[in-house]
C-alpha cells in the first residue's frame, strides 16, 4: 500500500495531499505540497500524559529546543494535569484525543461530543488552554465523528507517517521507520502513553539530531497546518 493509502485512514474517500476538504470541513492528514513546509516535520504524541514517558519526552525535545503536539487522553489528563500544565508552559502544542480513548465506531454523536467536550475541559482546568485539534482514536474519522468535529470547531488530525510503537516496536525499528518515509511536510504518529515498556524516548534521541543534521525543522501541528 502506497503511502497517502497508509495515511488515510477515513473511511471517506478523500482524497488530496494536504488538507482534505469533505463538505468544507478541513481533515489534515497529509500535509507536504506547500514548498514552505518542505523541511518541517511535526512530532505528535498520543494516549498520555504518562507518569513516566511524557516527561522523559519533554525532557528530550527541551534539549533540542523543538516543540511537538500531544494528543492527550482525557483520563490521563485528570491523573496528570501538571504535565499538561508543563507542556503549555514549555511551548508544546495540546491536541484532545477523547476522554476515554472511545471505540469510535459507532458511538453515538452526543457519545462523542461529550468525551470531546470533557477532555476539552479538562485541558483547560490544567492549562487555561483551549484547543482546536481533535485526532480520533485509531484514526476513525467517520460520517459521526467529522459531523461532530465540524459542529465543535475542531479540525481533524491524523498522521502521514505510523511509527507502530505502541505496540511496543523496537527502538531501531521505530528509527528506520521516521528515517525511511519522512522527506519533509511530515505528521509523525508516536506515543507517551504505552501499556508496556516504551522504546519511543530512546528512539527520539537518535531520530532528533539525525533530522536536525539534515536541515528538517519540528513544528507543531498548527504551525505545520497552517
Ligand atoms: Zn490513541
Same mark, same amino acid.
Given at each position: 500500500?502506497?503511502?497517502?493509502?497508509?495515511?488515510?485512514?477515513?473511511?471517506? /474517500?478523500?482524497?488530496?495531499?494536504? /488538507?482534505?476538504?469533505?463538505?468544507?470541513?478541513?481533515?489534515?492528514?497529509?500535509?507536504?505540497?506547500?514548498?514552505?513546509?518542505?523541511?518541517?516535520?511535526?512530532?505528535?504524541?498520543? #494516549?498520555?500524559?504518562?507518569?513516566?514517558?511524557?516527561?522523559?519526552?519533554?525532557?528530550?525535545?527541551?534539549?533540542?529546543?523543538?516543540?511537538?503536539?500531544?494528543?492527550?487522553?482525557?483520563?490521563? @489528563?485528570?491523573?496528570?494535569?501538571?504535565?499538561?500544565?508543563?507542556?503549555? @508552559?514549555?511551548? $508544546?502544542?495540546?491536541?484532545? $484525543?477523547?476522554?476515554? $480513548?472511545?471505540?469510535?465506531?459507532?458511538?453515538?454523536?452526543?457519545?462523542?461530543?461529550?468525551?470531546?467536550?470533557?477532555?476539552?475541559?479538562?485541558?483547560?482546568?490544567?492549562?487555561?488552554?483551549?484547543?482546536?485539534?481533535?485526532?480520533?482514536?485509531?484514526?476513525?474519522?467517520? #460520517?459521526?465523528?467529522?459531523?461532530?468535529?465540524? *459542529?465543535? *470547531?475542531? /479540525?481533524?488530525?491524523?498522521?502521514?507517517?505510523?511509527?507502530? #510503537?505502541?505496540?511496543?516496536?523496537?527502538?531501531? /525499528?521505530?528509527?528506520?521507520?521516521?528515517?525511511?518515509?519522512?522527506?519533509?511536510?511530515?505528521?509523525?504518529?508516536? $506515543?507517551?502513553?504505552?501499556?508496556?515498556?516504551?522504546?519511543?524516548?530512546?528512539?527520539?534521541?537518535?531520530?532528533?539530531?539525525?533530522?536536525?543534521?539534515?536541515?528538517?525543522?519540528?513544528?507543531?501541528?498548527?504551525?505545520?497546518?497552517?
Amino acid at each position: 500500500m502506497g503511502k497517502i493509502g497508509r495515511i488515510l485512514r477515513c473511511a471517506a /474517500s478523500v482524497l488530496t495531499l494536504l /488538507s482534505i476538504s469533505v463538505s468544507s470541513f478541513p481533515i489534515f492528514a497529509k500535509a507536504k505540497i506547500e514548498s514552505d513546509t518542505k523541511r518541517m516535520i511535526a512530532l505528535t504524541f498520543d #494516549d498520555g500524559p504518562h507518569g513516566k514517558y511524557t516527561d522523559e519526552i519533554l525532557d528530550i525535545l527541551g534539549e533540542y529546543g523543538i516543540k511537538a503536539t500531544f494528543f492527550v487522553v482525557g483520563v490521563c @489528563a485528570e491523573k496528570y494535569p501538571q504535565i499538561i500544565a508543563r507542556e503549555i @508552559a514549555e511551548g $508544546h502544542e495540546i491536541g484532545n $484525543h477523547t476522554y476515554s $480513548h472511545i471505540h469510535i465506531n459507532g458511538a453515538s454523536d452526543s457519545v462523542i461530543a461529550g468525551e470531546i467536550d470533557k477532555t476539552e475541559q479538562l485541558i483547560f482546568e490544567s492549562s487555561g488552554y483551549s484547543t482546536t485539534l481533535f485526532r480520533p482514536p485509531e484514526g476513525v474519522c467517520n #460520517d459521526t465523528v467529522r459531523s461532530v468535529a465540524k *459542529n465543535m *470547531n475542531y /479540525s481533524l488530525v491524523l498522521w502521514t507517517v505510523d511509527t507502530r #510503537d505502541w505496540i511496543p516496536s523496537s527502538k531501531e /525499528s521505530i528509527i528506520n521507520t521516521v528515517m525511511s518515509e519522512v522527506d519533509g511536510g511530515e505528521i509523525i504518529l508516536m $506515543h507517551d502513553y504505552v501499556a508496556k515498556n516504551s522504546n519511543t524516548p530512546d528512539a527520539l534521541r537518535v531520530i532528533i539530531p539525525k533530522l536536525l543534521d539534515m536541515g528538517y525543522t519540528f513544528v507543531t501541528v498548527s504551525e505545520l497546518i497552517k
